[in-house]
């Protein structure tokens, strides 16, 4: 069984879901801009627990070129 998330925890992973949320990547190739972790942009993702580290494997809609967006947690 699963104990209750504390108020703090919730409220912490509220703020990094905000901070990710204004976050956008620009294609170097055509100047494509949107929120990284929005819809617009094909994802995928890696993540190396050691590190902490998450890589989004960001490709472009409109040429198909390869932005990579890293999160350090």
């Known amino acids: 069984m699963h104990e209750p998330v504390p108020e703090a925890h919730e409220a912490?992973?509220?703020g990094v879901v905000r901070r990710?949320?204004?976050e956008h990547v620009a294609c170097e190739d055509c100047g494509f801009e949107a929120a990284?972790?929005?819809d617009a942009w094909d994802r995928?993702?890696?993540s190396?627990?050691?590190s902490g580290h998450?890589?989004?494997e960001l490709t472009c809609p409109d040429c198909r070129n390869a932005e990579r967006f890293v999160i350090n947690f």
């Open 44 to 46: 995928e993702v890696a």
């Open 54 to 56: 998450v890589v989004y």
């Open 20 to 22: 990710l949320d204004s």
């Open 36 to 38: 990284a972790l929005g």
């Open 12 to 14: 912490g992973i509220a």
């Open 48 to 50: 190396d627990p050691l």
